[in-house]
């Protein structure tokens, strides 16, 4: 089993699995059925984190330095460090460890100004996007793009 019980934020692949171990569903469900929940606006996340094309190179950039990666690739700037640190808060799980870290909101339940353009809060089905739409070149291999 993998109990999801009392997590706020989960990918939806988690969400998937947590609905299967519920028993909701005889067979694991397809994964395009939280994108078919979402679009409908039956089932709508609490938050999604979204960093732009150019940040995600840098990062892969960063941790495969041979790769070839595609222009455009965000530069030192403030919204770089933004990012950066918006995605260590919410994945360092320090937040998560009151024991060890102090007491502190969840990163995104308290989203700090430089980092709300990452994070999208407001959904509804007019305005649904396509989750083929979110996906972008990370980097070329053998001539096909990644």
Known sequence: MNNQFGRRYIT???????AKDLGLFTDHPPDRLPEFLERNGLLNPVARIRFPPEIVRRWYKELHPGADVPDPIEGDS?????????????FSNCWGRPD???ESDHPLDAINPEH???????FDPAHFVPWEDFRFC?????DRRA
Do not use: N
């Open 116 to 122: 709300e353009s990452f994070v999208q809060i407001r």
């Open 100 to 102: 060890i870290y102090g």
């Open 138 to 142: 990370k980097w070329i291999t053998d």
């Open 78 to 90: 403030p919204r770089s460090e933004a990012a950066s640190a918006l995605y260590d808060q919410v």
């Open 12 to 18: 939806h692949k988690e969400l998937l699995d947590y």
